[in-house]
T-cell receptor
Framework: DAGVIQSPRHEVTEMGQEVTLRCKPI?????LFWYRQTMMRGLELLIY????????DSGMPEDRFSAKMPNASFSTLKIQPSEPRDSAVYFC?????????????FGEGSRLTVL | SQKIEQNSEALNIQEGKTATLTCNYT??????LQWYRQDPGRGPVFLLL?????KEKRKERLKVTFDTTLKQSLFHITASQPADSATYLC??????????????FGQGTILTVHP
């Protein structure tokens, strides 16, 4: 398996533009997580899905952020409109179990810069 | 509020020595604790998991301890090598309540092993 695949790897956009980040989890993994990493706040959990259903989105910063998982092999994280403070590296991860006994497999991340 | 602290942002040691990284937590009842390694520009990679009823876990040159009384985990790398240089993250999984199943990460410790 190729692992968790994220795209784009880098995105530079201007404030106010819509940003869509994409993730393909490892086949067979029932859980998908979106994290954001910044120097100031480290790795923060934004939202996670189980069998394509959002379970906990309490980490989503505000209504400008939305995430979907239309099927088991694809998820998107959308920011609309984007702001400079959204600049960060966004990671997608998948796991066989969400109760902590299963390791998380992370993608390489999408580095977002909002000017 | 719940807090995870990893000792010092950076740790520098000489090749061949043992590196010891600390993860302390407060206001938490973790069921599991995981350690990850992150290289620059890459996603975190799982290393070890230890359960709350386990005192110690080993994997090759790695050793993790978990003391729920002290609310602390120690991560040791013996016979360190320059290739061990990376950021090491601890992550806790809550045992219940709103933190159940969520993997919360510390800020990480940057380890540099000098030849």
């Amino acid at each position: 398996d190729a692992g968790v695949i994220q795209s784009p790897r880098h995105e530079v956009t201007e404030m106010g533009q819509e940003v869509t980040l994409r993730c393909k989890p490892i086949s067979g993994h029932d859980y998908l997580f979106w994290y954001r990493q910044t120097m100031m706040r480290g790795l923060e959990l934004l939202i996670y899905f189980n069998n394509n259903v959002p379970i906990d989105d309490s980490g989503m910063p505000e209504d400008r952020f939305s995430a979907k998982m239309p099927n088991a092999s694809f998820s998107t994280l959308k920011i609309q409109p984007s702001e400079p403070r959204d600049s960060a590296v966004y990671f997608c991860a998948s796991s066989l179990r969400e109760d902590g006994t299963g390791e998380l497999f992370f993608g390489e991340g999408s580095r977002l810069t909002v000017l | 509020s719940q807090k995870i602290e990893q000792n010092s942002e950076a740790l520098n040691i000489q090749e061949g020595k043992t590196a010891t990284l600390t993860c302390n937590y407060t206001n938490y009842s973790p069921a599991y604790l995981q350690w990850y390694r992150q290289d620059p520009g890459r996603g975190p990679v799982f290393l070890l998991l230890i359960r709350e009823n386990e005192k110690e876990k080993r994997k090759e040159r790695l050793k993790v301890t978990f003391d729920t009384t002290l609310k602390q985990s120690l991560f040791h790398i013996t016979a360190s090598q320059p290739a061990d240089s990376a950021t090491y993250l601890c992550a806790l999984v809550g045992a219940g309540g709103t933190s159940y199943g969520k993997l919360t990460f510390g800020q990480g410790t940057i380890l540099t092993v000098h030849p």
